[in-house]
């Protein structure tokens, strides 16, 4: 008998000491992970050496995209479909930890984008939503920038975007603006371009 309770005590030890080990091993690799920098992790192709904006494939489009400075998961940003390049398709990435987000999948939603003190206000259709963690990730697209919006986007130093209608949605954001830094914007749309040639 107490051989077995031997047993019990050096395996229940053994597990707890594995249970350690396994978690050390994760908060050394944790912190590793979080001390690379953020283009190492993000993804795409920096082209700009501050690694800010980002060029890549997704599913046969080419997008040129940057990160929020209030939430990294945010995404502003275009793309573009190789057999029509010319276009500039804008590509919204937005989060809120409310599910009832996703009440407006399919609907039109009024994004304010603040570039530098000039405001465009736009319709972007929610395309999806997907729920990580205890997060609900809203994706926005479906709509080709003008040229006064490229414009000002190719000047700008800052695009300040906020979700402003519908109300029902707006009240549902934890965080109702995020800015974006447009440091690498023209060399990223150029890129994107150029990949769009070479796609065939």
């Not at 809120?96 to 736009?122: M, P, Q, R, T, Y």
């Not at 000047?155 to 954001?173: A, T, W």
Request: net charge negative.
């Amino acid at each position: 008998m107490d051989g077995v309770y031997t047993l019990k005590m050096n395996l229940s030890k053994l597990i707890l000491v594995l249970f350690i080990n396994i978690t050390l091993f994760i908060i050394v690799i944790a912190s590793i992970l979080f001390s690379l920098p953020g283009k190492v992790l993000a993804g795409g192709l920096p082209v700009e050496e501050d690694g800010s904006w980002y060029v890549e494939e997704r599913a046969s489009r080419i997008f040129y995209f940057t990160h929020g400075m209030i939430v990294y998961g945010h995404e502003f940003g275009f793309y573009k479909n190789p057999a029509d390049y010319e276009n500039d398709i804008l590509w919204l990435i937005f989060s809120s930890s409310e599910e009832k987000v996703k009440d407006f999948i399919g609907k039109n939603v009024v994004i304010a984008l603040d570039v530098d003190g000039e405001v465009f206000k736009i319709k972007l259709n929610m395309l999806t939503a997907g729920t990580m963690g205890f997060t609900q990730i809203m994706y926005f697209t479906n709509w080709a920038a003008d040229k006064q919006l490229l414009d000002a986007l190719m000047n700008g130093h800052h695009v300040k975007v906020q979700i402003v209608e519908p109300k029902g949605l707006e009240v549902l954001l934890d965080i109702k603006e995020d800015t974006f830094d447009l440091g690498g914007f023209n060399n990223s749309r150029k890129q994107a371009e150029e990949m769009c040639k070479d796609f065939y």
